[in-house]
């Protein structure tokens, strides 16, 4: 697939901060042979989209292995923007900021998340070309079609419950009705963003108020977040129901 990316210059971002709670140092945690955060570095690489490749983390081990993988890290994130609810928005004006002070501008910018380790180059570049092709637009965000539907979510009032959504379908309440039924409702996943770099600080905002969906396929959008989420990847592996880039590089050792 032939990109348009020579008429623009876009950095690839990889945000790994150390702090994971729910499954500890997640970002570099083993997955078939190599550490998580090094298949987003390989499929940025292989996509031929980025001028730059670069690691936004807090921890120098991180650094280590992202260089390592060939991302670049010319800086530590601070902490103080490194936190649970550290909202995405603050790291991102932050590490373009900078990238700008030093003499790297860029027309756009793609957030690609480690924990999404089966989106791949293919899938970069089938998104950069959907955004470029969908302008005017602020950015491109990766959805799929929801699991659990709002339709039947509940809000808790004291010692009642109301549904979230409000709806009928031939007089029948959402929260009663069959899941096909019910309107198609997306949910974002973490496999990808792209958006035009002066976007966050026009808008205040990674995304601005044009977004334009990217539907992801297959496994593109799987998430890893919980234990859970790393079980079924590795039962999706073993199964081969899924596959993971080979690497020239052999697999970076952590010393536990």
Not at 25 to 45: M, Q, R, V
Not at 138 to 143: E, G
């Amino acid at each position: 697939m032939k990109n348009d990316s020579s008429e623009h210059s876009v950095v690839a971002l990889i945000p790994a901060r150390s702090g994971s709670k729910r499954i500890p140092d997640k970002n570099i945690k083993i997955l078939g042979e190599h550490p998580l955060i090094s298949y987003s570095i390989k499929a940025a690489k292989e996509s031929s989209i980025f001028k730059k490749i670069i690691c936004v983390t807090d921890s120098n081990l991180y650094k280590d292995i992202a260089e390592y993988y060939g991302a670049e890290v010319p800086i530590l994130r601070p902490r103080s923007i490194s936190g649970d609810f550290s909202p995405d928005i603050d790291w991102v004006k932050w590490i373009l900021s900078y990238l700008e002070e030093s003499g790297l501008s860029f027309d756009a910018y793609s957030i690609l998340r480690p924990t999404s380790p089966f989106r791949n180059a293919l899938t970069i570049r089938r998104a950069w070309k959907e955004f470029i092709e969908s302008q005017p637009s602020h950015s491109l965000r990766a959805i799929q079609k929801c699991k659990e539907h709002p339709g039947k979510m509940w809000d808790i009032k004291g010692n009642k419950i109301y549904p979230i959504l409000e709806g009928k379908i031939d007089g029948t309440p959402y929260h009663s009705s069959q899941y096909s039924a019910l309107p198609e409702i997306y949910v974002q996943n973490a496999s990808l963003e792209f958006s035009w770099t002066k976007v966050p600080f026009k808008y205040n905002s990674i995304s601005g108020d044009l977004i334009t969906p990217f539907i992801s396929k297959d496994y593109e959008g799987f998430d890893i977040n919980l234990l859970e989420d790393w079980i079924i990847a590795d039962h999706y592996l073993d199964k081969g129901t899924v596959s993971l880039p080979s690497f020239e590089e052999k697999p970076y050792k952590i010393n536990n």
